[in-house]
C-alpha cells in the first residue's frame, strides 16, 4: 500500500467548486484513425503502464479534517475505460453529442476520478478521457497521456521551464510595480458579459482547428507576437461574429488567460496561475486586434503578473480564511472576465495508441457560474485543436463559434501573405 497523499490547497480549492451543476474535470479528446484498439486492448495497455501514474488509482479518502489522497484498494479498469454500447459509428455531430453528454456527466467520487470512454465513429474510434480537475491540470493530463497511451512520439511537446527569477526591488521600486499591477490586473469590464447567466446541467462543445506553424510565423512577423497571442485575437475575433449575431455591440472582452507555473521534472497535479487581458472584440480588423493582445501579454509576462497573482493567493490562504473567500469571489465575478481561454503544448510530432494514428487531439474544460463559455487549445503534430465548452441554455450556435475562430486564424495568415 502506497502512502496517503495529503490534498493540496489547491485541491480542496477545485473540489469544492463542484456541485450539482457543475463537474470538475478536464477532458481529452483523442480521435483515432484505422486500426484503433478497444476496451480491452486499451485495458490491457493502461495495466501494464498504471504504474507509472499512482495518482489514477487513488480515490479521494482521509478524514473531514484532513482529507486525503489514498489507493484504492477495489482499483478495477473496467470501472474506467469503458465501451460505449453503440449500434453504429457517429458522424462529427453524433461525436459531439456524445463528447457532450458524457462532460455533463459528474465523475464517481467513491472511485479514483478518471474515466476513459470509448466511442465508435463512422472512420475510427475516439477516446473521451475525463480527469478531475483537483487529479490534474492541463500539463499534467498531457503527462498521463504520454505514459499511459502515446507512442511513437519522436518530437515531445514543449517542456514547462521554472519562471525567471524576479530582480530584488526597493520600496520605492515595489509600490510602483504593484500599483501597475492592480491597474492592469484588477481593472472591472465596464459591459455586461453574454455569458453572465446561471449554469444548468446541459452542455454543448464545438471544435475547431487551425495550422500550427503558419499561424505561428504569421503572428511572429505581424506583430512580433506568439502563438498564444494569435489564439486569443481569433477567439475574440470569433466572439465578434458571434455577439454582432446573437448579442448585440460589446467594445471590449476581459480574458482569463491561465498560466502553468509547472517546471521540469515536478510531479504537481496542479500548479498554475492565470492573468486577465482586454480583448477589442469590435475591431474588424485581426491584425490590429492581434497586436493590441500581443502588447498586453508581453506587458503581463515582463511583469511576471502570473507569479504575483501566485503568491498573492498562497499569501491570502495562510493569512486569513476570510480574505481568501473575498479574493475568491473577486476573482470569480463576470466584471472581472467573461471568458477562460487556455492553450496546453500537445505533442509537437504525430503520436499512436497501439499502432493506430492520432488523427485529431482536442481539450475541453469545464466553465462555471456566471461564465457559461469556456474555449482551451491545444497544439499537436502542426495544428492548433480548439475545444469549446457552454451551456446551450445561454450560449446558442456554438458551431458557428468555432466556425469564427477558424475564419479568424485563416484572416492571421491571410495578412501575412506578400
Excluded at 494569435?230 to 448585440?248: C, D, F, K, Q, T
Aim: charged share 25%; aromatic share 4%.
Amino acid at each position: 500500500m502506497t502512502e496517503a497523499a495529503p490534498l493540496t490547497d489547491e485541491d480542496r480549492a477545485i473540489l469544492e467548486l463542484e456541485s450539482d451543476t457543475i463537474a470538475g474535470h478536464t477532458c481529452k479528446v483523442i480521435v483515432l484513425g484505422a486500426g484503433a484498439p478497444g476496451g480491452d486492448a486499451l485495458r490491457e495497455l493502461i495495466a501494464e503502464r498504471i504504474d507509472l501514474v499512482p495518482a489514477l488509482t487513488r480515490r479521494l479518502g482521509g478524514t473531514t479534517r484532513a482529507p486525503a489522497w489514498v489507493e484504492d484498494p477495489g482499483f478495477d479498469l473496467a470501472d474506467h475505460v469503458v465501451d460505449a454500447q453503440l449500434t453504429r459509428g457517429l458522424d462529427d455531430s453524433g461525436l459531439r453529442d456524445a463528447v457532450a453528454e458524457l462532460f455533463a456527466q459528474h465523475l464517481d467520487r467513491s472511485r479514483p476520478l478518471w474515466r476513459l470512454d470509448v466511442l465508435p465513429l463512422a472512420d475510427g474510434t475516439a477516446l473521451v478521457w475525463r480527469i478531475h480537475h483537483a487529479v490534474a491540470d492541463g500539463t499534467t493530463t498531457m503527462r498521463f497521456a504520454r505514459q499511459l497511451l502515446f507512442e511513437e512520439e519522436t518530437g515531445g511537446g514543449d517542456r514547462p521551464t521554472p519562471a525567471s527569477p524576479r530582480p530584488a526591488l526597493d520600496d520605492a521600486r515595489r509600490r510602483g510595480h504593484l500599483a501597475a499591477f492592480l491597474e492592469r490586473e484588477f481593472a472591472r469590464s465596464r459591459e455586461t458579459s453574454p455569458f453572465d447567466g446561471r449554469i444548468g446541467r446541459l452542455r454543448r462543445v464545438g471544435f475547431a482547428v487551425a495550422p500550427l506553424q503558419a499561424l505561428h510565423d504569421s503572428a511572429k512577423s505581424l506583430a512580433g507576437a506568439t502563438v498564444n497571442d494569435a489564439v486569443l485575437a481569433s477567439v475574440a475575433g470569433g466572439l465578434r461574429r458571434w455577439i454582432a449575431e446573437h448579442h448585440g455591440h460589446l467594445e471590449e472582452m476581459r480574458l482569463k488567460v491561465p498560466v502553468s507555473l509547472h517546471h521540469e521534472g515536478d510531479d504537481a497535479g496542479n500548479r498554475g496561475s492565470f492573468f486577465t487581458v482586454a480583448v477589442p472584440v469590435a475591431e474588424q480588423d485581426a491584425v490590429v486586434r492581434l497586436r493590441a493582445v500581443h502588447e498586453q501579454t508581453a506587458a503581463r509576462k515582463a511583469a511576471h503578473d502570473a507569479q504575483r497573482i501566485d503568491e498573492m493567493t498562497r499569501e491570502l490562504r495562510h493569512l486569513s480564511p476570510r480574505l481568501e473567500t473575498l479574493w475568491e469571489k473577486v476573482e470569480r465575478s463576470p466584471r472581472r472576465f467573461a471568458l477562460n481561454v487556455s492553450n496546453v503544448p500537445g505533442p509537437r510530432s504525430a503520436v499512436r495508441v497501439l499502432g493506430a494514428p492520432v488523427s485529431r487531439l482536442h481539450t475541453l474544460a469545464e466553465i462555471g457560474e456566471h461564465h457559461a463559455l469556456r474555449v482551451s487549445a491545444i497544439s499537436y503534430a502542426g495544428a492548433v485543436c480548439f475545444g469549446l465548452c457552454a451551456d446551450p441554455a445561454i450560449v446558442d450556435d456554438l458551431e458557428a463559434l468555432a466556425t469564427g475562430i477558424e475564419a479568424e486564424t485563416a484572416e492571421i495568415i491571410a495578412a501575412a501573405v506578400p
